[in-house]
DNA sequence: GGACCGGTGTCCTTAATCTT
DNA sequence: AAGATTAAGGACACCGGTCC
């Protein structure tokens, strides 16, 4: 489960004329981004979430001051995550919740909404006065709050940092078990693959998934870990080659970018950069075929002139700031 | 019901890749 | 070239299904 993908977004609501924070989180099943298991929402007051129809649970070391993309906070991920008196420029969010260019998002229902909303507050914040609170006195207001919310609301002290529904099962009554199954939330029972699936298994399945970790590979393909590698040792392949290829896919990019800026060098260059990437790409496709097949050493050569360039470029990028 | 087989998950090790 | 990081490999315990 630690894999597991969480999506988080937060943003200002207006709901009765009160100032309310609105905390979204999804949680993706078991690293599945088509699965979501459970959406929460944040309570009115202070950091405390609240699942729907169900009790108060506390999100620990989430302090919503700034913007926040990609933070890993325990098991969750955010994916966006804004304060109520900091909303930022429209600019700056179109990359990550655009659906276009984040298929992610597709996999998390009621999201467009959401975005949608966000997005008409965003803009409709921008007309408004700035707050009259700093950050910090935010903050404060919401500690404020915490205590408040604290005397009022039953509140459990799950921390959301860990896999939520640590209760055991056979603490659950019937029919909160009948309504975790229809969540999708239970543990399933993994079922182990028939062997008529595995002996299907063919090369040219397996190597449509050499661009993938062996892990996500296995996901893909339905099968166990220890299943996809005997498969491989069957099918001739002793080492999965997505790093080799994860390697000459950057290795090809940088080259791309390279032919980029020569664009107006003289034509020697650009023929240069052409052919280096013909052969890279070439190298791809033999490893693709030939999975046991070494990256030859004049490639590997290359790649440590790229490394050296790059870490050259970035030692000078940090000079000039 | 017990033995056996095979898949899964986990933990540690090792190799490959990347950074400095 | 050395060190750091990351991901794959391997071993092993556990569990569920099947067969006798």
Not at 165 to 186: H, R, T, W
Request: proline share 5%; with cysteine; charged share 35%.
């Amino acid at each position: 489960m630690a894999s597991s993908l969480i999506a988080l977004l937060v943003f200002e609501n207006n709901i009765n004329k009160e100032l309310v924070r609105s905390l979204h989180v999804y949680r993706l099943k078991d690293g599945k981004e088509k699965e979501v298991e459970r959406e929460f929402v944040f309570s009115v007051d202070g950091p405390y979430v609240e699942m729907k129809a169900g009790p108060i649970l506390r999100l620990r070391r989430f302090e919503v001051l700034e913007l926040f993309e990609g933070l890993v906070i325990g098991l969750w991920r955010c994916i966006f995550a804004f304060h109520v008196n900091n909303p930022p420029p429209l600019s700056h969010s179109s990359f990550l919740l655009s659906v276009s260019r984040n298929p992610k998002l597709k996999s998390i229902p009621t999201l467009a909404k959401d975005i949608h909303f966000i997005l008409k507050l965003s803009c409709k914040t921008d007309n408004e006065e700035p707050s009259r609170f700093s950050s910090k006195e935010i903050c404060e207001l919401d500690r404020d709050n915490c205590h408040q919310s604290k005397k009022s609301l039953p509140v459990l002290d799950q921390d959301l940092n860990c896999l939520p529904y640590s209760v055991s099962p056979s603490e659950l009554s019937k029919s909160e078990q009948i309504e975790l199954c229809a969540a999708g939330v239970m543990e399933k029972k993994k079922k182990r693959a028939a062997s008529e699936d595995i002996a299907r298994i063919a090369l040219e399945d397996v190597v449509k998934c050499f661009g993938l970790p062996i892990v996500e590979a296995s996901r893909n393909l339905k099968v166990g870990l220890t299943v996809l590698k005997r498969k491989c040792r069957e099918l001739g392949i002793p080492r999965w080659p997505h790093r080799k290829i994860k390697s000459l896919d950057s290795l090809i990019r940088s080259l791309q970018e390279e032919a980029e800026r020569h664009k107006q060098d003289s034509e020697d260059t650009t023929m240069a950069v052409a052919k280096r990437r013909r052969m890279l790409e070439r190298e791809k496709e033999t490893i693709e075929r030939k999975p046991f097949m070494e990256i030859q050493s004049e490639t590997k050569r290359f790649r440590q002139d790229v490394f050296k360039r790059r870490h050259r470029a970035r030692a000078l990028g940090n000079q000039g700031l």
